[in-house]
């Protein structure tokens, strides 16, 4: 029993958890007959003729996430209730029986082109919880069913950069038990789609462990592997909804990586984390939601513990009954945008000098860290776990963020780190935390100096700084 700490320090993401780390912040997009009947989870039951979103415009939706900087978007192309967004040929219960379009729309395709247009990755969300489909609960005749849309889904509609299973799986007609088939699902999402994540209840992407946007302080990419175990996913996933469970799962299990886990486990994957929250109570559309929209403060709070906290950030916008993202959740979306630009434009460290207690040999230099390329990078000799960089911001700075990143590609290694500046010949502690991993945000209250170190206490083998960059995030900003 007993992963090493080599081990663990050498345990690294793939290309695809890669491309997918450096999204940061994508859309999550809840639209289905649920947005005419004002459910959260439909019944299966429902008429497809009350889908019929006039002014859809997929355009609309694709600014709206890049008003804000998100990178991606991620469409519930069939939710619980079993209404397809695409024109399946496998069931008559899709958009080609709505009224939308007179049953020729493709929802699926005008959001994928759309993203395409603008430069946005495309994800689908397919629910294998199907409350309409009748073969549902007759195990290998609903999985059979269930592959076939997912081959239209993976090869109908270009490249994705996710698809995202929840772990939802209700009883099916008469109380009968679906049981999944998680690899035939995977095998053919690998084979037609090699470069996508699957997401929570799939191997590359884990669930935070809530929907309510909590973080933990120290969130490890490196975590046993027996957390990919799809039945402990969807037991946590069907009680999610109930936010004291919520609370429950970010503090219980706080920790999922540290030294006390390692000696515990047999095995470790890179298995990095996914906060998901919506910007309003629910995940769908409901006209009474429309004065809680999140507020500025709090999103700006979220998106800087999640992306600042080693996490991707998927915040849910629901478009509605007119097939339109409201004007509330839009224009705080742009003042989202605004307010992240406007706090991290402008890198006090950029390009300065630096000097390193130790550093391998000259490509990894202190300075590698300051150079504006994420893809070079700082680091000690082999074996040297802890270490300091100084830097020089060449004169005073106000400031109050500190961006800090490791080099990933060779895996996820600092455990416990502070920062100090200069006031006049004394160091003084500003901050203080555990991981670094992709990204780490540290906030404090303004100070002035000109002179900042960074102390590694603890780290796997030894660390590597990929980024230390120094931030004002805006005249008025307290903590
Ligand atoms: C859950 C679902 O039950 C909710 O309706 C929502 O789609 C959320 C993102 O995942 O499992």
Known sequence: MGVSIREAAGTIPSQRQLSWQELEFYGFIHFTVNTFTDQEWGNGDESPSIFDPRELDAAQWVEVCQSAGMKGLILTCKHHDGF????????????????????????????????????????????????????????????????????????????????????????????????????????????????????????????????????????????????????KIQANSQQADDREFAKRVGSENDDLGSRRILADTDEVAWYPAEVNTSIRPGWFYHSSE???????????????????????????????????????????????????????????????????????????????????NSLTYWCPPEGVEQAELEFDLGSEQAFDRILLAEYIRKGQRVESFHIEYRDGQDWRPLCEGSVIGYKKICRFDEVRARHVRLIISESRWYPTISRFEVYRSGPTRTL
């Open 84 to 231: 397809c967004l695409w024109p399946s040929a496998y069931t008559g219960h899709s958009v080609k029986s709505s009224p939308w379009k007179d049953g020729q729309g493709d929802l699926v395709r005008e959001v994928s082109d759309a993203c395409r247009a603008a430069g946005l990755k495309f994800g689908i969300y397919v629910s294998p919880w199907d409350r309409h489909e009748p073969s549902y609960g007759s195990s290998p005749e609903y999985n059979t069913y269930f592959v076939n849309q997912l081959r239209e889904l993976l090869t109908n509609y270009g490249e994705l950069f996710c698809v995202w299973f929840d772990g939802a799986c209700g009883e099916g007609p008469n109380g009968k038990r679906q049981v999944y088939d998680w690899d035939a699902y995977y095998g053919i999402i690998r084979q037609h789609q090699p470069n996508a994540v699957i997401s929570v209840c799939g191997p590359d992407v884990r669930w935070c462990g809530n929907e309510a946007g909590h973080t933990r302080t120290a969130e490890w990419s490196v975590v046993p592997a027996s957390m990919k175990d799809n039945e």
């Open 290 to 372: 429309d004065d809680l929209v999140k507020p500025l403060d709090e999103l700006m709070d979220l998106y800087e513990r999640i992306v600042g906290g080693n996490s991707a950030f998927l915040l849910n916008l629901p478009p509605d009954q007119r097939g339109l993202i409201h004007e509330n959740d839009a224009r705080r979306m742009r003042e989202l945008g605004e307010r992240i630009r406007e706090a991290y434009q402008t890198n006090l460290a950029a390009g300065v000098r630096a000097v390193a207690s130790q550093a391998k040999d000259d490509p990894h230099r202190a300075e590698m860290a300051t150079d504006g």
